[in-house]
Structure formats: structure tokens, C-alpha cells
């Protein structure tokens, strides 16, 4: 049971638009940021979203996140097949002291 | 460019202790956090606690407080996580990942930046 709440799949079509939603609490995405990782099969997570919208280096701007109250979201934009993989959405837990990580969210482009 | 590169798989009987290393490649410690983070077969991510090694702290998630210890060698910037009383549940690939910053104490918000390759922890007897 994992302390933030995501679907367990979405799926579209190549080029369309999907949103993974994110859902918290107050002890942690409503008291801090949230952060996306993408992880391929048999791969490592790899950071894609931080500071609830900011993109690291070399990540595709198709990618964006926002963030209201203790829900966030990740949006992918002009969905390409490369783009299948899970994504995760954490954020820092003031109760427990540590970052928590939803359940994962497997993207299907159809 | 900074790699963490994990130590290999390793098959453990249930009640023994398994130790998995994570060194910094081209870089040294610095100022980051480094963290264990472990996601058992089909499932998602689970924080266990992290170590910052220049100002020598730990943190543990309550759930791993007791069986968890992790260390740090600054002159090979190499960190270790050491899980004992390992049941079959232990079974997962365990990661190292990086947060924080080269200068200053990591922050809460600070998202892992840089992840190992991973290390396959199998439990059977």
C-alpha cells in the first residue's frame, strides 16, 4: 500500500495527450514538492520531474507536471511509443521523515 | 561523468545479513545524500534510509530501523547498505540513488538525481 495514490495504468494513442494523476496528503504533497521518475523494464528509475515542474537536462519539454493542494500531476504531450514505461510521482513525508513513492503508473501508447 | 555503480547480485538463505556496496565513480561524495531505495518483483519503490556521508548522518525508515545499517568509506566514496534477518519478503533489487547538492546539506525537497544500476537480492533457502 503505498502512501501516495496513482492509477495503476493509462493508456493512449501515439500523439494524443495523457495525464497520470498523483494523490497525497497534507504531510506531504501539500507541505512539499513532488518529484517523477520514469522506469523502463529491468531498468533503473531515472528522474524526469523535480521541484513539482522543472525539467533536468535532456529531458523532452513533451513532459510537464503541476502540482494544487495535495494532488499533482504529470502530463505527456505528442505521445511517442519510446514513452511506455512507469512512471512514479514522491514527495517528502513530514510524518515519516523520509520521501514516499506512489504505486507506480504504467503508461501504454496503444 | 558520475556513475553509481552497484556490487552483483547476491542469493542469501533467510536469516543471514547481505551487504551491497554503491560507489561513486568519477566523483566523490561531496555534500549528497545517497539512499536505498528497493522494489521487489512487480512492485513499486520503497524508501529504506539514507547516509550522508560529509556530515556523518543516518536516517532509517521505521520499517527497516532494526535490520538496516548503513555505512560509508570516504577514501574509495564508496557506500554499503546491510540488511539482516533477511526473509523470502527481501527479495527485490536494491538501489542507490543520489540527492542533494555538491556544497550545501541535502534538503527534504531535493529529488534523486542519480540512481545505481541496481543489485538483485534473492532470498530462498
Known amino acids: 500500500q503505498s502512501v501516495l495514490t496513482q492509477p495503476p495504468s493509462v493508456s493512449e494513442a501515439p500523439r494524443q495527450r495523457v495525464t497520470i494523476s498523483c494523490s497525497g496528503s497534507?504531510?506531504?504533497?501539500?507541505?512539499?514538492?513532488v518529484n517523477w521518475y520514469q522506469q523502463f523494464p529491468g531498468k533503473a528509475p531515472k528522474l524526469l520531474i523535480y521541484?513539482?515542474?522543472l525539467l533536468p537536462s535532456g529531458v523532452s519539454d513533451r513532459f510537464s507536471a503541476s502540482k494544487s493542494g495535495t494532488s499533482a500531476s504529470l502530463a505527456i504531450s505528442g505521445l511517442q511509443s519510446e514513452d511506455e514505461a512507469i512512471y512514479y510521482c514522491?514527495?517528502?513525508?513530514?510524518?515519516?521523515?523520509?520521501?514516499?513513492f506512489g504505486g507506480g503508473t504504467k503508461l501504454t501508447v496503444l | 561523468q558520475v556513475q553509481l555503480v552497484q556490487s552483483g547480485a547476491e542469493v542469501e538463505k533467510p536469516g543471514s545479513s547481505v551487504k551491497v556496496s554503491c560507489k561513486v565513480s568519477?566523483?566523490?561524495?561531496?555534500?549528497?545524500?545517497f539512499s536505498w531505495v528497493r522494489q521487489a518483483p512487480g512492485q513499486g519503490l520503497e524508501w529504506m534510509g539514507e547516509?550522508?556521508?560529509?556530515?556523518?548522518?543516518?536516517d532509517y525508515a521505521q520499517k527497516f530501523q532494526d535490520r538496516v545499517t548503513l555505512t560509508a568509506d570516504a577514501s574509495t566514496s564508496t557506500a554499503y547498505m546491510e540488511l539482516s534477518s533477511l526473509n523470502s519478503e527481501d527479495t527485490a533489487v536494491y538501489y542507490c540513488?543520489?540527492?542533494?547538492?555538491?556544497?550545501?546539506?541535502?534538503?527534504?525537497?531535493?529529488?534523486?538525481?542519480?540512481w545505481g544500476q541496481g543489485t538483485t537480492v534473492s532470498v530462498s533457502s
Open positions: 540513488a543520489r540527492r542533494g547538492h555538491e556544497y550545501s546539506s541535502p534538503q527534504p525537497n531535493d529529488a534523486f538525481d542519480l
Open positions: 514522491a514527495a517528502w513525508d513530514d510524518r515519516l521523515n523520509g520521501p514516499v
Open positions: 497534507s504531510s506531504n504533497i501539500g507541505n512539499n514538492v
Open positions: 547516509i550522508t556521508p560529509v556530515f556523518r548522518t543516518t
Open positions: 568519477g566523483d566523490t561524495f561531496r555534500s549528497y545524500a
Open positions: 521541484y513539482n515542474r
